[in-house]
């Protein structure tokens, strides 16, 4: 029979040093080895105390438990402890934890792409909500909302950094912001090239596949990747991830379990193209990528270096616009969009220079909005349309709101002499503005302002059509050229953007 050595306590004080983090598995084995017959009862017992910490919302797989001193808890070393525990067991956390090693905040989206749980309908349950308190749980960051955004920042940051929280929401703003417009290039080029299929809509907010997150959902229809039932092809899901930053091995290790968990594994006929792509790819993001067969597209090499620069000015343009005026670090809206001109006008060359020049219109139009003080602007709406044929989406170029009034704008980047057809006038007003009425809900809108703003002619007969259209009457119409377009005086420059897309 064991006993017990005479200097039980002594000895048991040494089992989890101060600086250290065990799982309950570990203890137990600790415990027994000092000669104890019921190590587990001495767990319960010594390491329940007020001088110990225990994860309650974490757990391990077979029920185990984190342990460490209390005053661990929260230390700079204490993630370090604890990444090693979690790596296999917990590889989701894992990858949030080193999300937060290298980023102040990251948005809930990023977190729940991360993790890889299984989503509802409303891309929440309680998976996620589980996942979360465990991540705040062990100290890897706090769910906090700013305004109608929640992200995970470090512990560093609380309720009441205001200005600071604003700050980061808005960094993570941006980022989604020009990360969509990466996207909208990368699946024109993809529907040009016939790799996906041409009815692919516009890219918007990032869409449930199977429970999955991802940026942007397609079907391509190449020979080698289509399956059939019978005689029936059926098309092969391509599954975008798009980033507006360097992409690093926990975004692609995330991006490869999401499409696991979606249906592509061993046991499943579903087979999914994963298309990965970012402003630049780690050497270890790169090789992880190949090695498990994803597409991995760098936006450096595949759009230009210029067009890549121009659309990382328009992200800090729109910081620009979003800092208070005396804030330390705060840009000169005008000569960020000085930059923009100059890298505008050496896209002439480029392939893609109608996409880009579209894009910089739409930036400008988000800009010019969010100067006139209206709330929640944002590029690129997707609201559904519906036909007796189908069921598809419509694409609002830029949209924002003043409690019951708001404002939607159609971009035209065309040449200074080129006229804007009928049919784009009649699409957007008679299409695209009673799909936004009836996905925002007619009771919430008292006026509507929809415009179309063009770098081309608006000709007579143009203005004539519209005004023949029969509209809701809430809607105030308009067409806009690029002289009609009244510009807040604090970013009077950004009018040279209009002009450079002109001679484009």
Not at 398 to 403: E, K, L, P, R, V
């Amino acid at each position: 029979m064991s006993t017990k050595p005479s200097n039980r306590k002594t000895a048991l004080s040494g089992v989890l040093g101060p600086r250290e983090v065990q799982t309950s598995s570990q203890l137990i084995k600790s415990i027994a080895a000092l000669g104890y017959r019921h190590p587990r009862k001495v767990l319960e017992r010594h390491f329940r105390s007020k001088d110990f910490w225990r994860s309650e919302q974490f757990v391990l797989p077979a029920k185990a438990r984190l342990f460490a001193h209390r005053t661990f808890l929260g230390d700079g070393a204490f993630l370090d402890a604890v990444e090693p525990l979690i790596r296999k067991s917990r590889p989701g956390i894992a990858r949030v934890l080193h999300a937060m090693k290298k980023f102040e905040a990251i948005d809930c989206n990023t977190v729940k792409k991360l993790t890889a749980v299984k989503l509802d309908k409303k891309s929440g349950g309680e998976k996620y909500t589980n996942e979360i308190s465990a991540i705040s749980e062990i100290s890897i960051g706090n769910v906090l909302s700013v305004g109608a955004h929640s992200i995970l920042a470090r512990l560093k940051y609380s309720v009441s950094d205001v200005e600071a929280l604003i700050k980061l929401s808005n960094e993570l703003e941006a980022d989604s912001e020009i990360a969509r417009q990466f996207l909208s290039l990368l699946i024109k080029h993809y529907r040009q090239q016939s790799i996906i299929a041409w009815n692919t809509p516009e890219p918007g907010d990032d869409i449930l596949f199977n429970g999955q997150l991802f940026s942007a959902v397609a079907y391509t229809h190449l020979r080698p990747l289509v399956r059939y039932q019978g005689t029936k092809r059926i098309a092969c899901p391509v599954l975008f991830e798009v980033l507006a930053r360097s992409a690093e091995s926990f975004d692609v290790e995330g991006f490869i379990e999401r499409l696991r968990r979606a249906g592509d594994h061993t046991r499943s006929k579903l087979r999914l193209l994963g298309v990965m792509g970012a402003t630049s790819l780690s050497p270890d993001a790169l090789k992880l990528g190949k090695n498990h067969g994803l597409v991995m597209v760098n936006f450096r090499e595949l759009f230009g270096e210029t067009a890549v620069k121009m659309i990382q000015q328009a992200r800090e343009l729109l910081l620009s616009l979003s800092a208070r005026r005396d804030e330390a670090n705060a840009q000169d809206p005008n000569a960020l969009a000085d930059q923009m001109v100059t890298s505008i006008s050496s896209l002439k060359s480029n392939p893609m220079v109608n996409e880009l020049c579209g894009m910089a219109l739409e930036i400008f139009t988000v800009a010019v909005l969010r100067s006139r003080n209206y709330e929640d602007v944002k590029a690129r709406l997707t609201v559904p349309f519906s036909t007796n044929r189908e069921n598809t989406v419509r694409e609002i170029d830029a949209s924002g709101h003043n409690d019951d009034v708001h404002y939607i704008v159609e971009c035209k980047a065309l040449k200074a002499d080129k006229e804007l057809k009928l049919d784009q006038i009649k699409k957007f007003f008679c299409e695209t503005v009673p799909s936004y009425l009836k996905f925002i809900g007619k009771a919430e809108i008292s006026k509507c302002h929809a415009e179309i703003w063009t770098t081309g002619k608006v000709t007579p007969e143009a203005s004539a059509y519209l005004n023949s259209l029969n509209l809701d009457r809430r809607v105030k119409r308009g067409i806009l050229a690029r002289q009609d377009i009244k510009i807040p005086k604090n970013i009077a420059s950004l009018s040279r953007i209009l002009e450079v897309i002109a001679d484009c």
